[in-house]
Every structure is written in C-alpha cells, then in structure tokens.
C-alpha cells in the first residue's frame, strides 16, 4: 500500500537552480581559470560551456521557468565588466541587465554572485597581498549600481573557503589556479577574502537600502570514524576548523578561526543578511600518524556508502541537517539559504534519491522553525566543472558539448513537481526513487 503523505514548505520559498559564469557562459577568456585551462591543469577546457554569452541563457531560464522554478542564481564576471583595471565594458554590464530582466520576466527572483572563483588576470596575486580588497570594492560598487534595478539578492563570494585551500594546498589531487602549496598563505588568503566581504557587504548597502548581502560557504560534514576514540574526534575538529569555521568564526566575532591560529578582522563582524549554504557531502575523520600535511586528520567516505559517479560524492543528507543546526546555533534567527546542494551523475540513477532525500532534511530543519529560505541545486544544466573538466554532470539537463544540445533528466521532471507542489510528496518518491521510499515515509 503506498502512503499518502508529503513534507510542505512554507509559502514563499525560493526553489532555484545556481550556476555560475565560468562554468556557463564560454570563451571567458581574460581570467585565470582561462590561462588555467590552456596549460592543461583540467581534464578538458571550458571553451564554449553552455554558450550562454551566445545566448542560450534564454532557453535555459525557459526550462527551468517550465520546471517551475520562482529562483536563479547566477555569477557574473569580474573579467567581462573590468577587462583592465581602468576600463569598464557597459556591453558586458547591459548582458547582464538582459539576463535578469530575463529572470524576472519569467516569474523568477534572481540571485547575483559577484565572485565565483575566477579573477581578471590584470588582478594577479592580489588576493595575496590584500590589493585585492579595494579592488573588489570597486568593482562590486560599479556591478550593483548597474545591476541594482533587477536584484536585491547578492552573494559576494562563492565559496572563498575553496578558493583558498583549492588554490593554496596541495592534498594530492588537481588544483585550482595558482596551484601553491602554502596552507598559511592560504588562510592569509582567506582572511583577505573575509575583508573584501566585509568592504562589499558595505559597499552594497550604501547603494541599496533593500539589499540582502552574505556569502556562499562550502560546508563538509565531518564525523568520528571511531565514535568512542578521543583522537578521532579530534580530527573531526581539526577537519572542520580547516575548512568550515573560518569565515562563520569572522562574521560572528571579528576574529578568523584557523588551525594555524586567529586573525583579526574587526570589520567583518556582523556582515551577512543571511547565512548562504552550499552542501554536498559528509566524510568520517580518524586520526592517522601518515598524514603531518593535514594534521593528522584524514577522511573518507563510509565503506557503504551511496556514491556518485566519480565517487566525488557520498549521499549522506544528515549531514545537511547537521549543517543546519550549527548555523542555527551559531546565528540565531539569521535566514538561511541553501545556495548549492547536487550530484554528479550522468546517468541520473542516483541523483532523484539525493534530491528527495535532502530535500527531506531540508523539511525537518524548517520543522524545527529554522529559517531556511530557499533551496538552490546545483545546477540547472552539466556545465564546465573547474579541475574536473567535463568528466562530471551536475545537470538537471544534460549537455552534449558537440552540439549544445540540451537532454533533460528524470530529475529535472521530480524536481518540477517538487517546485509545483512547494513540497515533497511520496506519489513523487515511489515515482521517481521508489527505493528510497522506507527511508523517506516509514510506516
Ligand atoms: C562550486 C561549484 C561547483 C560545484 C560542484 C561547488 O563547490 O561552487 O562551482 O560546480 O561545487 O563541483
């Protein structure tokens, strides 16, 4: 017998899909990703992506506006808008004036990144020297008094936590640019981005009265892998001081937390609007002598996990939950948004359990009364996967490279039905992952 039940949102959440510039638009050829790419340290080149500089944003808002999304969040580049460090590019301003009204004409909020990973080269190492700062400020005064008509959502760094430790320490995997391997310059980068955050925060606020600024975390969940050892769990804080609590520690106190010690940062205290969450994945930590380089702490997936394509990604949704209740605990009442949250998987065997299933732990927080907001996947089409190339698809459509031709997932129809509906229901889970149905409605 199949029970009829469903898990409601509460009215007015935003259900979206992110992407970011790099990633979607093609030939961003005057940044670092670029230069990157034609050195070969990706596994392929992001050439024209998914064209949306071309113009196929238009069809790819219209299927997410028919997949009944009421959300967006996009990127722009800092390399388009500012090619030189003295010139602005109004036609690169206009293009994106154009998407937004775009969204709105389609019943859309959109959501502006001003950062996601990519620098103009003209910027050098300045997120290493702090020049960096003024920089940004500069251009996100310039972007948001072009942009401000269209949005009041803005993000201003996708992920600088990534940015940092992608870029600056080498765990023996591909990199991000430039590659270094200096994990106290990378907290030194980090904590230049904490005060480009804090003078945009501001920045923004001074052309906007209305605005709703914060960043984008990448947040991991980390468990003991021997629940009762002391040492494991010590490892768990060691894992999650390195790569969650940097930037949370410095809104909340004016003082960045790192494993190699604090750096003060007075101003950024108390700048985000509300708390931006991008969630994929929990690993277990143990203690282990062999790793010095990651003091000690090394993780991976439990033995039976539920793992996508590349393996890149554990289905573990509690540690969505997880997540939750630390923001809550750290911000009380601050609004949430679950600003990414998706899976690689070309097939789509695995990614409509994935979704249902965090969605699920997205209910039971707003349960609690949590102020989570909205939700966003990542991501609306397969699009250019930074290091990974295009060996993973994050897509509720798929993307043939060749042609540009779009092919949709059983995915992106659940997810429809969820945006419809506001809601999870479990018609939709015995239709779309019947196996994760026990999991989700138990009897
Ligand atoms: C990044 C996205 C990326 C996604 C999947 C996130 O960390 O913000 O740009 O595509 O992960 O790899």
């Known amino acids: 017998m199949t029970i009829q039940a469903s898990y409601h949102f509460p009215r007015g959440f935003l ?30 080149k992001s050439g024209l992506a998914c064209d949306w500089w071309g113009g196929r944003w238009r069809e790819d808002f219209d299927r997410a506006a028919e997949g009944q999304q009421n959300a967006h969040r996009l990127s722009v580049e800092w390399s388009r808008i500012q090619p030189t460090p003295d010139t602005w590019d109004e036609d690169a301003l206009e293009h994106y004036r154009n998407m937004l009204r775009g969204l709105r004409e389609r019943g859309m909020t959109p959501m502006v990144t001003l950062h996601h990973f990519t620098d103009p080269l003209w910027l050098g190492d300045g997120w290493e020297t702090g020049a960096a700062v003024s920089a940004f400020e500069k251009f996100v005064r310039k972007t948001v008094e072009a942009l401000k008509e269209y949005c009041t959502l803005w993000c201003t760094i996708n992920e600088p936590n990534g940015y ?9 995997v591909a990199m991000f640019p430039p590659g270094k391997n200096n994990t106290r310059l990378a907290f030194r980068v980090m904590a230049i981005m904490v005060r480009a955050h804090a003078a945009a925060y501001h920045a923004i606020h001074d052309i906007q009265k209305e605005a709703r600024v914060g960043y984008a975390l990448n947040y991991r969940s980390f468990v003991p892998y021997r629940t ?8 768990v804080k060691t894992a999650f001081n390195a790569l969650n609590i940097g930037f949370p520690s410095a809104l909340a106190t004016g003082v960045m937390h790192s494993p190699l010690g604090s750096i003060k940062v007075p101003e950024a205290k108390g700048t985000q609007d509300y708390f931006g969450f991008n969630y994929y994945t929990r690993d277990y930590v143990t203690f282990d002598l062999r790793k010095p380089k990651t003091l000690f702490a090394h993780n991976f997936f439990a033995k039976d996990a539920d793992l996508s394509d590349n393996k890149f990604i554990a ?68 699009n250019f996967e930074w290091e990974r190339g295009w060996t993973q698809r994050f897509g509720l459509w798929g993307l043939d490279i060749e042609t540009q031709k779009r092919i949709k997932r059983p995915s992106a129809d659940l997810y429809a039905e969820i945006c419809k509906e506001n809601g999870l229901t479990s018609e939709m889970v015995s239709k779309y992952c019947p196996e994760a149905f026990e999991k989700l409605f138990p009897v």
């Open 315 to 382: 289905n573990e949704p509690e540690g969505m939950f997880d997540g939750l209740k630390w923001i809550v605990r750290m911000f009380p009442n601050l609004p949430i948004l679950i600003t990414e949250n998706g899976i690689e998987d070309a097939d789509d065997h695995m990614r409509p359990r994935y979704l249902a299933q965090h969605i699920h732990q997205i209910w039971r927080a707003v349960n609690f009364n949590w102020p989570v907001k909205g939700y966003f996947h990542w991501s609306l089409v397969d």
């Open 164 to 172: 940092a430790l992608n870029g600056y320490v080498n765990r023996g």
């Open 15 to 44: 259900w979206g899909t992110a992407t970011a510039a790099h990633q979607v638009e093609g030939n961003n050829t005057n940044n670092q990703w670029w230069e990157w790419e034609q050195d070969g340290y990706t596994d392929g």
């Open 228 to 235: 009762w050892s002391p040492l494991d769990k010590l490892s």
